[in-house]
């Protein structure tokens, strides 16, 4: 790819119109953005992409897991939209 990774990850959060502001999206600090999601991420809407975007941080290493379906059914039509981009071409941390 090329980038390094905390260049992709900034990419990915902020592809998500719903990540704009979270703390911790430009520049990526993991630890910051985890605190965020954790602490309630905002509104349901943005907690969920937080959580989509940490599954593709570490999904093993932060305490909370992405649920597809919830994300699906609270997600306006420009952050779905970003998680679509992703799936079609898809990098892993």
């Known amino acids: ?17 719903a990540l704009a502001r979270a703390p911790g999206v430009s520049p990526w600090e993991s630890d910051k953005f985890i605190r965020w999601v954790q602490k ?33 059914s609270v997600w306006d039509k420009e952050n779905y939209k970003a998680f679509l981009e992703w799936v079609k071409n898809p990098w892993w941390a």
């Not at 999904?59 to 379906?69: H, I, M, R, S």
């Open 1 to 17: 790819m090329g980038d390094g990774l905390n260049e992709r990850m900034s990419r990915l959060a902020l592809s998500f119109p």
């Open 40 to 72: 309630g991420g905002g509104s349901h809407g943005e907690k969920t992409c937080g959580k989509f975007v940490l599954l593709v941080w570490n999904n093993f290493d932060w305490g909370e897991k992405f649920n597809l379906a919830e994300a699906i």
